[in-house]
């Protein structure tokens, strides 16, 4: 069964230091592969998404992902995090087909230290 | 490009009435439409498929006569919870996905705000 995992329920860094926020899933093939981002209250918003050719994805807000086939992987990376960017982080895959349904992992939520 | 919008955003009713949300894609056509419902401090769980002109498919345990699903255009759904109880509360989210998104098609969702419902 397609399942995604997102290790780190809550995850603080510093502003200005780097980020990586993991993800994980299990599927039989290659999935399409998404990153969204939810502030309180709010609905999700599209960081990047990953469907075929270069596995390092380029997304809004400075983010970037990459694809890992050998280790089933697709984190979430910043190279210097914002105030701004504390949120709910949410991977997800779907299958490559015409339903376009989703699987969200569980979350991790990022805290910015001034 | 690619904004959905969600009406209303916040929404109180007394419990037994019933509550219609509408999820509606500003600038694409929507030929699919999934609604969730996400609890505090939790995932997304997806509650139905919509595609315009059919039927919505249900997931499982999901009360399809409590929560209907309407989506008779390419740019409007609704959801109506129907007799709605405390236990409805949460918060509800739309997404479409469209033929005419480029860079993604029908495999790329884009999510409206939400909308709160508490029943009292």
């Known amino acids: 069964a397609q399942s995604v995992t997102q290790p780190d329920i809550h995850i603080t860094v510093s502003e200005g230091a780097s980020l990586e926020l993991r993800c994980n899933y299990s599927?039989?093939?290659?999935?399409?592969l998404f990153w969204y981002v939810q502030s309180p209250g709010q609905g999700l918003q599209l960081l990047l998404k990953?469907?075929?050719?270069?596995?390092l994805v380029q997304g809004i807000k400075g983010f970037e992902a990459e694809f890992k086939r050998s280790q089933s992987s697709f984190n979430l990376r910043k190279p210097s995090v914002h105030w701004s960017d504390a949120a709910e982080y949410f991977c997800?895959?779907?299958?490559?087909?015409?339903?376009?349904?989703?699987?969200f992992g569980q979350g991790t939520t990022l805290q910015v230290k001034p | 490009g690619a904004v959905v919008s969600q009406h209303p955003s916040r929404v109180i009713c007394k419990s037994g009435t019933s509550v219609k949300i509408e999820c509606r894609s500003l600038d694409f056509q929507a030929t699919t439409m999934f609604w969730y419902r996400q609890f505090p401090k939790q995932s997304l769980m997806l509650m139905a498929t919509?595609?315009?002109?059919?039927?919505?498919?249900?997931e499982q345990g999901v009360e399809k006569d409590k929560f209907l699903i309407n989506h008779a255009s390419l740019t409007l759904s609704t959801l109506t919870v129907t007799s709605a109880h405390p236990e409805d509360s949460s918060f509800y989210i739309c997404?479409?996905?469209?033929?005419?998104?480029?860079?993604?098609?029908?495999?790329?969702?884009?999510f409206g705000p939400g909308t709160r419902l508490t029943v009292l």
């Open positions: 997800a895959v779907g299958a490559p087909s015409n339903t376009g349904k989703l699987i």
């Open positions: 599927y039989g093939a290659t999935p399409y």
């Open positions: 990953y469907f075929s050719g270069d596995t």
């Open positions: 919509s595609n315009e002109g059919s039927k919505a498919t249900y």
């Open positions: 997404s479409a996905s469209g033929w005419a998104l480029a860079g993604g098609g029908t495999d790329t969702q884009y």
